[in-house]
């Protein structure tokens, strides 16, 4: 059984509990970071860690603890539960309070919780074979640079992507992709150019986006930051996302289309071998 934290306690998971008011219940007045894991190490700590300042700042929401206290606490959890590769997830509500939907004019203390998932991360089967992704409209609220735990549409869409026989979705909003249900999106030009969304209240930040991106200049790729259509996407060379819990996860299909030869490709390879050494590397 797992051993998980609980506002300043490590408990066992049947044991652990929050209030029925807690507003991260409620209202989902919440923000949530998930960290990787490799050889026991947390992969980009610091880059989830000044996200998640971010998210808590643009809701103003309490900060629940600093860097190195949270470090600490990440780092207990993977040795209590051994985790040598997977996932740990940090969640911060602004508390409990009687169900209003204005923020409470007092401060509350911040709801700190986290637990940890043991997962393939390096040898995930869906990585080799590539993934196949179905399209869907967005519908999300309009603050998609939060990281908020608001995921029930994204939740929605996925299962109805899976229902259709794909491993995900990519969410379109005025003609153009945005973004996964809980990744980044990005397509590889027949010319060799790396594109994705630029940053706007219309996507996350993702750590890993940020990372691959930097990854591709340091291999002197071409990068693009820009809006693509569905269109371009389904004609593109090759395809992918990034995400904590993927990498660089190649894409081979998009609403039954194939991508390039329908098989993951030569760049999203090597920005996933690149990211993994670099990165696991540099974990803490």
Same mark, same amino acid.
């Given at each position: *059984? +797992?051993?998980? &934290?609980?506002?300043?306690? /490590?408990?066992?998971?049947?044991?652990?509990?929050?209030?029925?008011?807690?507003?991260?219940?409620?209202?989902?007045?919440?923000? &949530?970071?998930?960290?990787?894991?490799?050889?026991?190490?947390? $992969?980009?700590? %610091?880059?989830? *860690?000044?996200?998640?300042?971010?998210?808590?700042?643009?809701?103003?929401?309490?900060?629940?603890?600093?860097?190195?206290?949270?470090?600490?606490?990440?780092?207990?959890?993977?040795?209590?539960?051994?985790?040598?590769?997977?996932?740990? /997830? *940090?969640?911060? @509500? +602004?508390?409990?309070?009687?169900?209003?939907?204005?923020? #409470?004019?007092?401060?509350?203390?911040? @709801?700190?919780? *986290?637990?940890?998932?043991?997962? #393939?991360?390096?040898? =995930?089967? $869906?990585?080799?074979?590539?993934?196949?992704?179905?399209?869907?409209? %967005?519908?999300?609220?309009?603050?998609?640079? $939060?990281?908020? @735990?608001?995921?029930?549409?994204?939740?929605?869409?996925?299962?109805?992507?899976?229902?259709?026989?794909?491993?995900?979705?990519?969410?379109?909003?005025?003609?153009? $992709?945005?973004?996964?249900?809980?990744? =980044?999106?990005?397509?590889? @030009?027949?010319?060799?150019?790396?594109?994705?969304?630029?940053?706007?209240?219309?996507?996350?930040?993702?750590?890993?986006?940020?990372?691959?991106?930097?990854?591709?200049?340091?291999?002197?790729?071409?990068?693009?930051?820009?809006?693509?259509?569905?269109?371009?996407?389904?004609?593109?060379?090759?395809?992918?996302?990034?995400?904590?819990?993927?990498?660089? =996860?190649?894409?081979?299909?998009?609403?039954?289309?194939?991508?390039? =030869?329908?098989? #993951?490709? #030569?760049?999203?390879?090597?920005?996933?071998?690149? &990211?993994?050494?670099? &990165?696991?590397?540099?974990?803490?």
């Amino acid at each position: *059984m +797992r051993t998980v &934290y609980v506002n300043g306690a /490590y408990l066992p998971e049947d044991q652990a509990s929050v209030s029925i008011f807690d507003r991260g219940f409620l209202f989902a007045d919440s923000v &949530y970071e998930v960290t990787a894991v490799l050889d026991g190490k947390l $992969i980009d700590f %610091d880059g989830h *860690m000044r996200r998640l300042a971010r998210s808590l700042g643009e809701l103003s929401l309490a900060q629940p603890a600093d860097r190195d206290e949270l470090l600490a606490i990440h780092r207990r959890l993977v040795e209590l539960n051994a985790v040598d590769e997977g996932l740990v /997830y *940090m969640q911060v @509500t +602004r508390g409990v309070a009687d169900r209003d939907f204005p923020f #409470p004019k007092v401060e509350l203390k911040p @709801t700190l919780v *986290m637990f940890t998932q043991k997962k #393939p991360l390096i040898e =995930n089967p $869906i990585a080799k074979r590539g993934q196949k992704v179905a399209l869907a409209e %967005d519908l999300r609220w309009r603050r998609g640079d $939060i990281k908020t @735990t608001q995921l029930l549409y994204a939740a929605w869409a996925k299962t109805e992507a899976k229902a259709k026989g794909a491993d995900d979705v990519w969410l379109v909003r005025d003609g153009k $992709i945005t973004e996964g249900s809980s990744n =980044n999106a990005f397509i590889v @030009t027949k010319d060799a150019k790396i594109v994705t969304r630029n940053l706007s209240n219309d996507i996350l930040a993702g750590i890993t986006r940020h990372a691959v991106l930097k990854c591709a200049a340091e291999l002197k790729l071409d990068i693009v930051e820009r809006a693509f259509t569905p269109e371009e996407a389904k004609s593109a060379a090759e395809a992918f996302s990034t995400s904590s819990s993927a990498f660089a =996860n190649p894409v081979v299909e998009i609403d039954g289309v194939a991508i390039g =030869n329908g098989k #993951p490709g #030569p760049v999203t390879g090597r920005l996933r071998e690149v &990211y993994i050494e670099e &990165y696991r590397k540099a974990a803490i």
